[in-house]
């Protein structure tokens, strides 16, 4: 069992007392159903809400044609419409994606709302739509930021003695959390707003609400205490949000509007379908020469989505060489959005399966062709990292899997059956920390209160405060309260871009640090390290003592390159008839400084490494590109692994201080738990049968395909 | 959701009398129609819960084994008489989806149970089966789940019952009662292919309904096994299943069955491939003749032709495994 503390609210979930967005009931609350388009591009014509309107319990039925303007949304007057920006709900009559929302119904209960929703009628005038990257590759375009960027020469792997050029190909991806997205809001006034929402961010989502309806932030609260999963869904106000919220304006009641299982397909953004093409080369003796990394991910006609995935190969490996081509198409399609490990997920699928394709040409250990091109300092900025430990989890994951039980010739291993691989892929992740602020409060009767805006989507953030609190305090966790989830609590940024830890935590970390400060002068010199607390605020008469601080990066993020490192060992089982893949043992290393929350870093650990067993084996959208349309929007078609499917996955940390990020020397580890996932499957696989497969997932279709046997 | 009338019948005779109505449905566990009403695709006006007949019994006759229309996924394949006369029926159960649906799925809702071709559950979409004339989305749609043996131009679903490919190759009987008393239909026969009228399941006639299902007394449970080829490990529909039952003396097949799901409109009986293994030794080159002869008449589309490859190859695996040699 892993040492540390069991997750604060981990009692509240398994018995159902935490409670989730939808699960409020302010006094009067009625019920919003979206109707999504039907089809995927062109305008309405014609929208007949009438049946809708006259079914029993009804209060409103909201469409293009009789939406309340959205402050926010209005163009300056003389200005053209901008030609990108985000969507716009109800804003006019074209239909830019399948499923894009044409109507609210509102009414007194979720039944009857649905079965409203079920009459609105739409006649619409269609235009051709694109929906199929690949049939619309040729008419990418280089999207404003990162993308397009040289190194040293470009292409210059092709002038290297061993090369090779390949394309990966990876499908867009939901997020899929357990809990479906869900919005209450409630007007307290013709200006004031509350609002219970998934959001992954509360302050985050107060200032897009604050911006959409033009209101005063200081108007709006935003709660949102638990999450039942996220991954990059709930990071920015979605078009539900704001139907909800222009509802419960028109009908003068708080409304609820929960997404069903199939809207979480189209409503609340995915992982963009990418196409890549590696080439890659180095010496007979394994130093690389040159990468070319070339990429075009899907994006809407309304958005440019950029997530980077190219980003990978300029940091990762000391090659002199790098030059990479970033492209989006823009199809028919709702916006992608950040998903679990975005852009580095992507381009490390591309980038570990091409190490891996290397290592077999050169005939060197995958491990040590790492070990030979490993990057001391950053080869993209020239700094030293500020830390980097990924030869000691190299060490560590090898020994744990037992590499050396690996035979370097594919296809040769077969056990009762089943041919046996393994394989390795590693994952990056910048190592974030913004600013965030943080309140301690020492109470008369001992108890230490933390607050701070903060969300935690399930890694254990509040876990992790608390540890951290204790820790500085020497008080134990069960006198610990913390509060979060609530945008009045003092800054926190929005939780993404495995920066909580490091952000949130430096704060409680500074202000419980300056709260023990506080109390060490009230005693003065005779201070102890375990100071008393209860008994010094009664000695000198004080109900409370508390501290408010903020805290931030400073200058030593302009001296280091700050990265997370991870890397995955799988071994496989491949049934050589019918293709299964079975997952037979992962080991999961990360090199994200020092552990603060033991438990909960390893669940994150093994939350990632089976989304990333999730991508590499079976998730994937499927759209009938006639239509423009999901066929499977739902988890009996759409495929995230079960119990099944998952081994006893070891989750290993370096667990050495990264003495320049801050005070914990704690980095971010919830992207790298993903990233490198999918290729050390797909190697693996590559050892078990000699087959590659260069485009997710890796189902017995396409293995059965191949005709695998034994070499 | 359309407003529905709801009644529970206490006897078999109500039951039958309320269905004879139309636009009345029966209920048992509701973990398909509940969905499909909720899809849209159905839209009974009246529904009878039949969960109270007395239709529950697994019992030995004196030639085999009964099983009523209502007794449940979960108990069937742990039944004791079912694991030791007839344990292909409880592989093949056990296979299909998840301990919580197989809790509330009894075995005549499961024969009942309708595609999941994704057209058909979704009524923008063009379907046969749903709507008679409007077309087949899947023929040159996303097919890849789809038939690959007696399809018709009109349909190329499969039926998704994992339990009703074991009943199939078990030679069971198919109870089922009307207003003119019981009939019986050998398995095999009870579900239909799609032709021109694809929105038919099967062979119940309207106001019929089932009470149970027999399967004679066999000697294949030392030889049988059940494989199921899926995108995940559990809790997904087959690419492909195979039932296999051998009955080997001296390591020669005196009587083989075989049967496979998600390859046509009905669980796929092999009666060919059946006839070829008898009087062969138990051997894998044995399976693969048969696994071959199985795949006569086999056309593949779009996205599904890996199932040409995969069948045979999972009727050699079902077979190796049943034989005890894998
Ligand atoms: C997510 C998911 C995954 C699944 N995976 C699998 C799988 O892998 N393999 C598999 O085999 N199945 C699978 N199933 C299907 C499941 O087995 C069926 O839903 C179940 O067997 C239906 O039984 P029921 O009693 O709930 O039927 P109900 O939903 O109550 O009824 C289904 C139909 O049968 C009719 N009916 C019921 N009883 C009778 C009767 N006695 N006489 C005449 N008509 C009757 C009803 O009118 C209705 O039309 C899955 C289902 C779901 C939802
Ligand atoms: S295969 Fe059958 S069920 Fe599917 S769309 Fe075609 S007609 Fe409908």
Redesign the interface.
């Known amino acids: 069992m892993t040492k540390g503390m069991s997750r604060i609210d981990g009692r509240l979930k398994v018995t159902g007392a935490a409670r989730y967005s939808a699960e409020f009931t302010p006094a009067g609350m009625v019920y919003g159903v979206l109707v999504g388009s039907?089809i995927t591009k062109g305008s309405i014509r014609l929208i007949d809400t009438k049946a809708a309107e006259r079914a029993p319990g009804v209060l409103k039925v909201i469409t293009w044609l009789n939406s309340p303007k959205i402050a926010g949304y209005q163009v300056e007057h003389g200005k053209p419409e901008p030609a990108k920006g985000t969507y716009k709900l109800f804003y006019n009559n074209k239909i830019l994606f399948n499923g894009q929302p044409i109507a609210v119904v509102v009414a007194d209960s979720f039944?009857r709302a649905?079965?409203a929703a079920?009459l609105v009628k739409a006649q619409y005038n269609a235009d051709p739509h694109h929906t199929n990257l690949r049939d619309n590759a040729a008419k990418a375009f280089a999207p404003e930021g990162d993308g397009t960027t040289k190194r040293g020469t470009e292409d210059a792997w092709k002038t290297a003695p061993v090369k090779l050029e390949q394309e990966y190909i990876i499908p867009s991806e939901v997020h899929s959390p357990m809990e479906l997205h869900a919005i209450i809001a409630k007007w307290d006034a013709e200006d004031k707003l509350t609002v219970w929402t998934k959001t992954q961010g509360v302050q985050d989502t107060r200032d897009g609400i604050a911006g959409i309806f033009k209101l005063p932030k200081e108007n709006i609260q935003v709660n949102s205490k638990f999450v039942g999963g996220a991954f990059g869904s709930a990071l920015q106000v979605w078009p539900h949000e704001v139907a909800a919220i222009l509802a419960a304006k028109a009908v003068k009641r708080p409304v609820k509007l929960l997404l069903g299982r199939a809207d979480m397909f189209t409503s609340v953004g995915y992982r963009p379908y990418t196409w890549q093409k590696i080439g890659i080369g180095a010496t007979a003796d394994g130093k690389l020469v040159g990468i070319t990394h070339e990429a075009i991910g899907q994006t809407s006609t309304y958005e440019d989505f950029n997530e980077g995935p190219i980003g990978v190969s300029r940091s990762t490996y000391a090659c002199p060489n790098v030059n990479t081509i970033y492209k989006l198409a823009a199809l028919d399609i709702g916006s992608p959005t950040w998903m679990r490990g975005p852009g580095e997920a992507t381009g490390a699928f591309a980038l570990e399966s091409a190490l891996d394709e290397l290592s077999y040409e050169l005939k060197i250990d995958p491990i040590e062709l790492r070990m030979k091109n490993y990057a001391s300092t950053d080869p993209e900025s020239g700094k030293p990292f500020s830390s980097k430990f990924l030869d000691e989890a190299y060490k560590l994951g090898a020994e744990g899997i037992n590499w050396k039980d690996r035979n370097a010739k594919p296809a040769s291993v077969t056990k009762d059956?089943w041919m046996v691989g393994y394989g390795m892929g590693g994952g990056m992740f910048g190592a974030y920390r913004d600013k965030a602020a943080a309140k301690a409060i020492l109470m008369a009767d001992g108890t230490l209160i933390i607050q701070t805006a903060v969300s935690d989507i399930g890694p254990g953030t509040g876990t992790a405060m608390v540890t951290i609190a204790a820790g500085v305090m020497g008080i134990p966790a069960d006198k610990i309260r913390f509060d979060m989830g609530d945008s009045s609590l003092p800054l926190a940024p929005s939780q993404g871009g495995s920066a909580t830890t490091a952000t949130v935590g430096s704060a409680v970390y500074q202000a419980c640090t300056d709260l023990k400060e506080k109390f060490q002068k009230l005693i003065g010199n005779g201070g102890t390290d375990h100071p008393d607390y209860a008994a010094i605020l009664k000695q000198h008469s004080l109900p409370k003592l508390e501290v408010t601080v903020e805290s931030s990066g400073g200058t030593e993020r302009d001296k280091y390159a700050f990265y997370s490192w991870s890397v995955h060992f799988i071994k496989v089982l491949v049934?050589p008839?019918?293709?299964?893949v079975?997952v037979d043992r992962a080991v999961c290393v990360a090199d994200s400084g020092s552990i603060v929350s033991p438990k909960t870093a390893r669940s994150q650990i093994v939350g990632g490494a089976i989304g990333g067993i999730g991508m590499a084996?079976?998730e994937e959208t499927?759209i009938?590109h006639?239509?423009g349309?999901i066929?499977?929007n739902n988890f009996?078609?759409y495929?995230v692994?079960?119990?099944?499917?998952i081994p006893q996955i070891e989750a290993l940390f370096v667990n050495k201080p990264d003495p320049h990020i801050n005070p914990m020397g704690a980095k971010g580890m919830g992207e790298i738990a993903l990233i490198g996932m999918a290729a050390a499957v797909a190697n693996a696989v590559y050892n078990a049968t000699g087959k590659r497969v260069r485009e997710l997932p890796i189902?017995?279709?396409?293995l059965?395909?191949m005709?695998l046997e034994l070499s | 959701?359309?407003q529905f009338q709801y009644t529970r019948a206490l006897t078999q005779q109500s039951a039958i009398e309320a269905i004879a109505k139309p636009g009345t449905k029966i209920i048992a566990g509701g973990t398909n129609l509940i969905d499909l009403m909720k899809r849209?695709v159905t839209a009974p006006d009246k529904l009878v819960d039949i969960n109270h007949l007395p239709l529950k019994n697994i019992t030995a006759t004196k030639t085999g084994l009964h099983i009523g229309a209502l007794a449940l996924n979960s108990v069937v394949s742990e039944n004791s008489l079912v694991l030791q006369k007839q344990p292909l029926l409880s592989m093949a159960l056990k296979a299909g989806a998840s301990p919580q649906l197989r809790n509330m799925a009894t075995v005549g809702g499961n024969m009942m149970q309708r595609t999941?071709c994704?057209?058909f559950y979704?009524t923008?979409?063009p379907c046969n089966k749903r709507a008679p004339g409007t077309g087949c989305?899947a023929m040159?749609?996303?097919n890849?789940m789809h038939a690959i043996f007696g399809t018709s131009d009109q349909c190329i679903a499969v039926n998704p019952s994992d339990m009703s490919v074991g009943l199939a190759a078990l030679d069971a009987v198919a109870i089922i009662a009307g207003k003119k008393g019981e009939r019986r239909i050998p398995f095999t026969e009870f579900h239909r292919l799609p032709g021109d009228h694809p929105e038919l399941d099967n062979h119940l006639a309207a106001g019929e309904m089932i009470v149970g299902v027999e399967i004679p007394d066999n000697n294949f449970a030392k030889n049988s096994y059940y494989?199921k080829?899926?995108?995940?490990?559990?809790?997904?529909?087959a690419?492909v299943s195979v039932a296999a039952a051998l009955e080997i003396s001296n390591g020669t097949i005196k009587n083989a069955r075989l049967a496979m799901g998600g390859v046509a409109h009905k669980p796929w009986r092999l009666f060919d491939a059946e006839k070829a293994l008898i009087g062969k030794p138990a051997t894998e080159d044995s399976f693969k003749q048969a696994a071959q002869i199985a795949m006569q008449g086999a056309k593949g589309y779009q996205y599904n032709s890996?199932k040409l490859?995969?069948a045979p190859?999972?009727i050699?695996?079902a077979l190796k495994h049943a034989a005890g040699l894998?």
């Open positions: 039907t039944e649905l079965f079920s059956g049934h008839a019918t293709g299964v079975k084996l079976m499927v009938d006639r239509y349309n066929v499977n009996a078609d495929h692994p079960v119990n099944a499917d189902t017995p279709d396409k059965v395909g005709d | 959701m359309k849209g999941r994704s057209y979704d923008t979409m989305g040159e749609g996303i890849r494989l080829v899926r995108d995940r490990q559990s809790y997904a529909f690419l890996f490859k995969l190859a999972t050699t695996e894998a």
